[in-house]
């Protein structure tokens, strides 16, 4: 829905990972905003979905429950050509707020020919059953309206220490933003529900002068998956690699040496060792099922 691309929007730089697809967030990323007399920590979190049955999908629902325990303001995010869902007014009822103040940021607006489109939004979000302090039409792409929602969000804060240094952003480490980057491009390249089923496992992450040399590997259940990856004669996974590498070189500024490879390790989206080892937190292995054994 955007929460992503907002996140970066405001931050003027790339910390989170982008995609057409739902679901592409797996686990909360933090940035800073460091305004004159404030300080801003957004956290982005997984979206909130229909729980699946394994221990990644539970662990990331959970940590967007999680988060709106800690917040002194949230933002639920819609897509204004979808407006308000059924689905949308479940969730907003269940937010874990506890008082803190809600806002509705209704995202690609500019998108709509026609702004009374938005009419039956307003008044959808008047009868879900909670309160906004503020509906904000915007385009976290375009950037139409996100100042103004900023605005509004650091007038809610109340007062309290700085928490980060000026020149801090995020807590993600390189060698985890660079993961994420390697499956930001499997999700732009690979069609259909693929995506969903790869991790990638950070293997070697060294710099040498200007030079990074980062080895990862894409991890899968199914040998039938591996085949799709690397594609014929190796051009799908060349093709992914290349996008990563230029994305990194940019992100980072230095020359990127990049080799990608493809593991089959069954079931280990339900593995807190392999989750542990691809950079998610530790509060997964909280939780029930799985085993810390994996195939290779």
Request: aromatic content about 6%.
């Amino acid at each position: 829905m955007g929460k992503s691309t907002f996140l970066n929007r405001v931050l003027g730089q790339k910390i989170a990972i982008v995609s057409h697809k739902p679901q592409t967030t797996r686990t909360r990323i933090l940035g800073v905003l460091h305004r004159p007399g404030a300080q801003l920590v957004f956290l982005d979190t997984p979206g909130i979905h229909k729980t699946g049955k394994n221990r990644l999908n539970k662990a990331m629902v959970g940590a967007a429950f999680e988060a709106c325990r800690e917040v002194d303001a949230a933002v639920y995010f819609v897509d204004a050509q979808q407006g308000i869902t059924p689905g949308d007014v479940e969730i907003l009822q269940k937010l874990p707020l506890g008082g803190a103040p809600l806002y509705l940021a209704v995202n690609k607006a500019d998108l709509l020919a026609d702004k009374a489109a938005l009419l039956p939004i307003l008044d959808a979000a008047s009868k879900c059953g909670v309160t906004f302090s503020e509906i904000a039409p915007i385009s976290a792409l375009e950037g139409d309206n996100v100042t103004r929602l900023v605005d509004l969000l650091a007038d809610a804060m109340p007062e309290g220490p700085q928490y980060f240094p000026d020149d801090q952003v995020t807590d993600q480490p390189e060698r985890f933003i660079a993961g994420e980057i390697v499956r930001e491009k499997l999700f732009t390249h690979l069609k259909q529900e693929l995506p969903y089923s790869v991790g990638v496992e950070v293997e070697s992450f060294k710099e040498e002068g200007r030079v990074l040399h980062f080895h990862a590997a894409i991890v899968t259940a199914r040998d039938t998956q591996k085949r799709i990856i690397i594609g014929a004669g190796g051009a799908m996974i060349k093709k992914i690699g290349t996008a990563a590498r230029f994305e990194l070189e940019k992100l980072l500024g230095c020359q990127v040496m990049l080799k990608l490879f493809v593991k089959v390790k069954k079931d280990w989206f339900d593995n807190p060792r392999l989750l542990r080892e691809m950079g998610y937190p530790d509060e997964l292995s909280d939780l029930g099922g799985g085993s810390d054994d994996a195939a290779s």
